[in-house]
């Protein structure tokens, strides 16, 4: 016969484990909307509210912000030959476009935390 408590046990560490898994997930998960806030706040002024590099401050820029929606990403910064991949999106926005041979325009944004990073990217990525 099958023990019936040792069941009940091993099914209810399968829950809690499950339930672990969901919360690490959600934690290290973009927040997309809470990056849309973040951007409207600190990077719209010069990439516009649509990401389309159309924003006010940057009216006179020589070396314009891109339009997000095509993706047409320009710096590789860990030299894996992909250029605008995650990675690349976070190292810009942490440590400025000058820091990889860009604008000096661009500063760097080492204030935020890794989250509100990813969840700028996420944003970013939302408007390809
Ligand atoms: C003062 C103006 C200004 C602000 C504010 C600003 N940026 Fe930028 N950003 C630029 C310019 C200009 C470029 C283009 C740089 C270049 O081509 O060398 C750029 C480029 C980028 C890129 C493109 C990287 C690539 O590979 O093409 C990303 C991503 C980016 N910015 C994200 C952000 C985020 C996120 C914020 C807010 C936290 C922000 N920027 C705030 C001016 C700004």
Redesign the pocket.
Known sequence: MINNSKLRNGTWHLVLGFVAVLISETSIAQDIEAGKA??QT??A???GEKGDGN?P??EG?I????D?ALA????DTDSDWV??ADA??AN??RNG?AAYG??Q???P?GQ?SDQEIKN?VGF?RSLE
């Open positions: 973040l951007f600190n990077c002024t010069c990439h924003g401050a940057a820029f070396l314009k912000p891109r997000f047409a990403f320009k710096f250029r605008g690349d999106l810009v926005i476009t860009g604008s325009m661009m500063a944004w935020l700028l970013i």
